[in-house]
């Protein structure tokens, strides 16, 4: 599930990523296309204008030629036309007009190429006696082959400069405007017009393709009617006299420049277009445009398949993460956080949260190696996963400890799953050659709102009801005594101070000898008591598994061992007769290292003889503790008699007698009561055998009655500890009654 959030998460940004990027490229393209387009712009303005300089710069020669001409022809006009003529002629070629000719005041021309006409109708003639320079727009050639002339006129002045003798003009091929204006631009594509303001082509570039009749306006809205707009527009841009550029289409888009000319044609101020395909300026930024494109191409590419190689690698990381924190190293499957992950998703659905444990599973481990051990945690795990059903969850939390999440409604169907799964894991220890695998299993009914970790704290505590336990291995969390749980807090809280404020007393039974003459004393256990300030007293059955829980046990059992030793030295003092008085050991204290070199050391403390307190140690943590092996040979070197405490009270087994070298042998409460009953007595009877065998002596506890006493003493047991000679005693009474 998480992965798949991840992946989504990864994807939008990606997807967000390559938006902003296509954004980012686009806006960056079209600045730039704009940005080329301005400089295109500027590029065909830069080659009109030099259109225009170069067509003005030609008008504004003959003006001047034509000008200074008249200038030569006032002083030899009065001397007759022919003179006149004979003086323009050289100049007719040499500026290539295709004729000059002057004109008197009276209308008469008389022409270079011999034409006399009467031209005082003539609009030039009259701009030039109004002292006007005059051109006029494209006419046909009247006098000679019809084709299209422009005609330049100057006034001739007398002598008087008010005096107008009449008009010199010449008369120009309008098609060799076309030269002139046929300046090489974008490389021979471009093309230019002069025209007048209503559109009339005065000449155009002989390259150009465009077929106009006169008027380019009118040939344009033609050539298609969508170029309507751009020609209603350059009319008005041209009427007043603007410069600009405008898209018309021809054959494809182009644009056209369009420039006032300085001079006047017919009186009518006229302009030159420059007119480019767009195609032609595109293909100018289209390289520029096309490394753009690999540009930020190549960017778009290595910023992606970075942001991908990250992601990748990132993803990769984060799995592996993932998998580490979701993963049971073991199992290969889900752990405790995953369990809570899965048990979110399912927020709302009510089931039982079961929290499993195995009782004494150390045993597995510590008779048939970790690697059996792990192999039969592997297993259980199997079955687990075999007993839920799809929509449940199962979790190994840590070693011995397993958490399902079952979706039944029923009790009864749930403890028959549960007793399926104990068969199926009984069943694995025989399939795997292992001590008995016993699970037992805390229950606690989620409604579905509350949190795993209090659902879970709660299941644990219903599990508590169940360890160690032999009729039932399941408990659900309403059988919870919470008066305990807050009674256990309470001492757990007090355990400190209750050592500082010597609240434990060290109580004290005899033990006699199981002489049939006469039962002596033979020495005594000392047993804790906590005194409570308000003068009551806790049995240690209520601290001291809890201390053993929380390791405080150690202190305790030191604590006792202490004041034994110190109690011997004072009546060792004082002359009193010394008597063993054992000391009992928890197994959790025996898991602390150097415990034997503690004991040793507080017996040099006290100088007191290992002897006189001999060390009782439960059968049970024979089994769970291998080493205990080396600590008994430890302890027995340091010279400590030792004893096997509670043997028969269920961890029975007389197999280690013979492995482990205990001294005595203390007989559970639980053994002793069966005498009677005569399964029960051959037990006893085989077991003291046994152990007598092997060396060890003989205690039995919790002898309570007479004939328990008698059936011992027959069997030649040692010695006997039980109510039937004593209760456990505080010290000022065991002292006043045994201590001589
Ligand atoms: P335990 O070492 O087996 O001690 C014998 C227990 O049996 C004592 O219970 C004693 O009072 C009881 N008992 C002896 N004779 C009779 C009898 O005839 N009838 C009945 N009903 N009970 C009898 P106690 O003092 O309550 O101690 C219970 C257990 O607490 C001890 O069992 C021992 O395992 C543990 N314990 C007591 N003191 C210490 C201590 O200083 N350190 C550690 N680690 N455990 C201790
Ligand atoms: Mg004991
Ligand atoms: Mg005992």
Not at 142 to 166: H, R
């Amino acid at each position: 599930m998480v992965k798949r959030k991840f992946k989504w998460f990864h994807i939008a940004l990606l997807a967000g990523a390559v938006l902003i990027l296509l954004f980012a490229f686009t806006w960056c393209k079209m600045a730039i296309r704009r940005e080329l387009q301005t400089q295109i712009q500027e590029n065909l303005k830069d080659v009109a204008s030099q259109n225009v300089l170069a067509f003005e710069a030609d008008i504004r020669d003959k003006q001047n030629l034509l000008v200074g001409m008249a200038e030569e022809v006032k002083g030899v006009m009065e001397e007759g036309h022919r003179d006149v003529i004979n003086m323009l002629e050289p100049f007719t070629e040499t500026y290539q007009f295709k004729r000059i000719g002057v004109v008197y005041e009276n209308g008469i021309a008389y022409t270079t190429d011999g034409y006399m006409r009467n031209l005082s109708f003539r609009e030039f003639f009259k701009q030039a006696m109004r002292g006007n320079f005059y051109i006029t727009g494209p006419v046909d050639d009247t006098l000679g082959d019809e084709e299209k002339i422009t005609i330049f006129s100057t006034p001739v002045y007398g002598a008087n400069p008010d005096e107008i003798m009449g008009a010199l003009f010449a008369t120009y091929q309008t098609k060799k405007f076309q030269e002139v204006i046929n300046i090489d631009s974008f490389g021979g594509e471009g093309y230019n017009y002069i025209i007048e303001k209503d559109g009339t082509v005065i000449a155009g570039s002989p390259h150009s393709t465009l077929r106009i009749k006169s008027n380019i306006l009118t040939y344009m809205e033609e050539l298609d009617s969508k170029n309507q707009k751009s020609t209603d527009e350059l009319q008005k841009e041209m009427e007043s006299g603007k410069t600009g550029s405008i898209v018309l289409k021809l054959d494809d888009d182009n644009y056209v420049y369009y420039m006032p000319i300085h001079y006047s044609f017919n009186n009518e101020p006229c302009y030159m277009l420059t007119i480019v395909p767009k195609q032609v300026l595109m293909n100018r930024i289209s390289p520029v445009l096309r490394y753009v494109n690999i540009l930020l191409l190549t960017i778009a590419v290595v910023i992606l398949v970075t942001a991908f190689v990250y992601i990748y690698t990132y993803q990769k990381g984060r799995i592996k993460l993932l998998q580490l924190a979701y993963t049971d190293s073991l199992t290969k499957s889900d752990n405790y956080a995953c369990f809570e992950l899965k048990l979110e998703e399912k927020k709302g659905v009510s089931g039982y949260l079961i929290s499993i444990d195995f009782s004494e599973f150390k045993i597995v481990n510590n008779t048939c190696g970790v690697e059996k051990g792990d192999e039969a945690i592997l297993n259980v795990w199997l079955i687990l996963r075999k007993a839920i059903r799809l929509d449940e969850l199962a979790a190994r939390i840590s070693a011995d400890n397993f958490i399902l999440f079952l979706e039944e409604e029923n009790q009864e169907v749930l403890t028959e799953r549960l007793c399926r799964i104990t068969d199926m894991i009984a069943q694995l220890s025989v399939e795997l050659n292992i001590p008995r695998l016993s699970p037992y299993f805390g229950i606690y009914f989620m409604k579905g709102t509350e949190s795993l970790e209090v659902a879970y704290s709660c299941a644990n505590e219903a599990k508590h009801l169940v360890k160690g336990r032999h009729d039932t291995n399941y408990a659900f969390y309403d059988e919870v005594d919470f008066q305990q749980i807050m009674e256990r807090k309470e001492l757990e809280d007090r355990f400190e101070s209750a050592l500082e404020n010597c609240e434990f007393e060290v109580w004290y039974q005899p033990k006699y000898s199981a002489d049939k003459v006469k039962a002596e004393i033979v020495g005594a256990e000392a047993l804790i008591r906590w005194r409570k300030p308000d003068g009551s007293l806790i049995p240690p059955f209520k601290f001291i598994p809890l201390f053993e829980k929380n390791g405080l046990i150690s202190r305790l059992d030191e604590y006792v061992f202490r004041a034994v030793c110190e109690q011997q030295k004072e009546w060792e003092h004082a002359g009193k007769g010394l008597l063993p008085i054992s000391v009992n050991i928890s197994r959790a204290s025996l898991y602390y290292s150097n415990v034997v070199e503690k004991y040793k050391n507080i017996l040099a403390e006290y100088a007191i003889e290992a002897k006189y307190v001999p060390l009782e140690i439960t059968e049970s943590a024979t089994i769970d503790n291998m080493e205990i092996r080396g600590l008994i040979d430890e302890f027995h070197a340091a010279g400590f008699p030792l004893l096997l405490d509670d043997f028969g009270n269920g961890y029975s087994s007389l197999a280690t007698l013979n492995v482990m070298h205990f001294d005595i042998l203390k007989l559970d409460k639980s053994l002793v009561d069966h005498i009677g009953d005569e399964n029960g007595e051959k037990l006893l009877y085989y077991t003291i055998k046994l152990a007598k065998s092997l060396g060890m002596q003989i205690t039995a506890e919790g002898v309570e009655h007479q004939e328990q006493v008698i059936f011992l003493q027959n069997l030649k047991c040692n010695d006997i500890q039980g109510f039937f000679f004593s209760k456990p005693l505080p010290l000022d009474e065991y002292q006043r009654q045994f201590v001589i």
